[in-house]
């Protein structure tokens, strides 16, 4: 079974700082994604990051950044530069991957969430 | 492409009561997800569909629950006899087979049971 943990219910960040999210995950899965998502009071939930378990460097996506270290199990979200607009819940979530670098699609586990607010 | 469509976005109904959500996904997915989420959690994983086959389902998903995606294009999720402890935002997702980026999500049915 895949567990993701957030220790973080909420955290907050000044305007153009630096924020990170911690993620933890457990699986006996030798091959897996992991996910980061925003979702705003709206409701809808907005792709950020992916990481597959056998890419060798940390994932990047603009102010995205997913610090991951395998041997801990851990798949932080660093946001750099925050935005107002960044004030949201983040979910970390991971999936199954059918072998080693693949890519097929399967349920997501996800965390409790972090919400993050930037203050002006 | 108009994104994963939901219908209703909100629904109340009273207790006992039969009630009925529907999903419109990415036409060019053949995957789709329903989701539970619960105000402050995480979504949680109820069952997906590849094209009009169910292949997963969870312990979650009740005998009051069903889904169904007849034609693999839209799926359908009926909740009988409501129960208060349903009352939650149900998401639907759809996705590619294969791929690298995220899935699409829809923007959810809020229901109230009361």
């Known amino acids: 079974a895949q567990k993701i943990t957030q220790t973080q219910p909420g955290m907050f960040v000044q305007e153009k700082e630096a924020v990170t999210l911690d993620c933890t995950y457990d699986?006996?899965?030798?091959?897996?994604?992991l996910f980061w998502y925003k979702q705003p009071s709206s409701g809808e939930m907005i792709f950020l990051i992916y990481q597959g378990s056998y890419d060798e460097q940390n994932a990047t996506e603009g102010r995205y950044s997913l610090n991951f270290q395998k041997a801990r199990k851990s798949a932080n979200l660093v946001i750099s530069a925050s935005q107002l607009g960044d004030s949201a819940m983040y979910f970390c979530a991971m999936r199954e991957e059918s072998n080693a670098g693949g890519t097929s699609y399967g349920k997501l586990t996800f965390g409790q969430g972090t919400i993050l607010t930037v203050h002006p | 492409d108009t994104g994963v469509s939901q219908d209703p976005r909100h629904k109340i109904t009273k207790r006992g009561q039969n009630v009925t959500f529907r999903c419109d996904p990415i036409?060019?997915?053949?995957?789709l997800y329903w989701y539970r989420q619960t105000l402050g959690q995480g979504p949680e994983f109820l069952t997906y569909?590849?094209?009009?086959?169910?292949?997963?389902k969870s312990r979650l998903l009740s005998d009051r629950f069903s889904a169904e995606r007849p034609k693999g294009s839209f799926s359908t999720l009926e909740i009988q006899r409501t129960e208060q402890g349903d009352s939650a935002m149900y998401l639907c997702?759809?996705?590619?087979?294969?791929?690298?980026?995220?899935?699409?999500f829809g923007s959810g049915t809020r229901l109230t049971v009361v």
């Open positions: 569909f590849q094209n009009e086959a169910q292949l997963e």
């Open positions: 997702a759809s996705s590619p087979t294969q791929g690298l980026r995220g899935y699409t």
């Open positions: 699986t006996s899965d030798q091959s897996y994604g």
């Open positions: 036409s060019e997915h053949n995957r």
